[in-house]
């Protein structure tokens, strides 16, 4: 969905009009910048689809004039957003019987290496996945854009994503974005 029509009635229609492509052109911008840091192409790739759009909208809708915690929520709105249709996904996968055994495979396969994140995985059963994330390109990227205060966005929408889920229980009590020592992620199975 292009942001004019999910910010419709929200913002100003003159803010609305070039919203998109000033979008486009802070995103372009910001991936000239991340010529000048150290970014491997994994997580340039990963950083371009996932973590600049949010950054690119933040700053889109301050340089229109917007203070920066009201811009942050805009932000947060379209996220949650998103965030919502991720959830409705994976509760549809988690209706497939035995899924959280696919569940652990996949968050195993994403976390695996050093690029994206440096985590620890705690526990591995077919009952219980939980890990210590000690590093995250995210919060890493939001630092080297001087925004790090909208990295929480990111980890707020894991409460959307993962949460209320009829067979999966999610559970965090810090994270790195949220000035954490580490990001703890526990998901548990729970029995249908």
């Known amino acids: 969905m292009k942001y004019k029509k999910f910010y419709f009635g929200k913002l100003s229609s003159k803010i609305l009009e070039n919203l998109d492509e000033e979008h486009k052109s802070k995103m372009n911008f910001l991936i000239k910048e991340l010529e000048h840091g ?6 340039i790739k990963r950083q371009k689809s996932s973590i600049l759009p949010n950054i690119a909208l933040y700053k889109v809708l ?3 004039d917007i203070p920066s915690v009201e811009a942050k929520e805009l932000v947060k709105e379209y996220s949650f ?10 509760a549809t996968f988690f209706r497939i019987p035995s ?10 396969k994403g976390m695996a290496g ?4 440096k ?4 526990f591995d059963d077919s009952k219980r996945f939980s890990m ?3 590093k995250c390109l995210w919060a890493d990227t939001c630092s080297y854009f001087d925004c790090a205060e909208i990295c929480e966005i990111f980890c707020l929408c894991d409460y959307i994503v993962f949460g209320n889920i009829d067979k999966l229980q999610f559970e ?10 580490k990001c703890d992620f526990s998901f548990r199975s729970k029995p249908s």
């Open 38 to 43: 150290s970014w491997t192409e994994r997580q």
């Open 62 to 64: 301050m340089d229109n």
């Open 81 to 90: 957003y998103k965030a919502g249709k991720a959830h409705d996904l994976l």
């Open 99 to 108: 899924f959280f055994r696919v569940f652990r495979f996949f968050m195993r």
């Open 114 to 117: 050093d690029e994206i994140w």
């Open 119 to 122: 985590s620890q995985i705690l």
């Open 132 to 134: 210590d994330v000690h």
């Open 172 to 181: 965090r009590s810090q994270t790195l974005g949220m000035n954490g020592e």
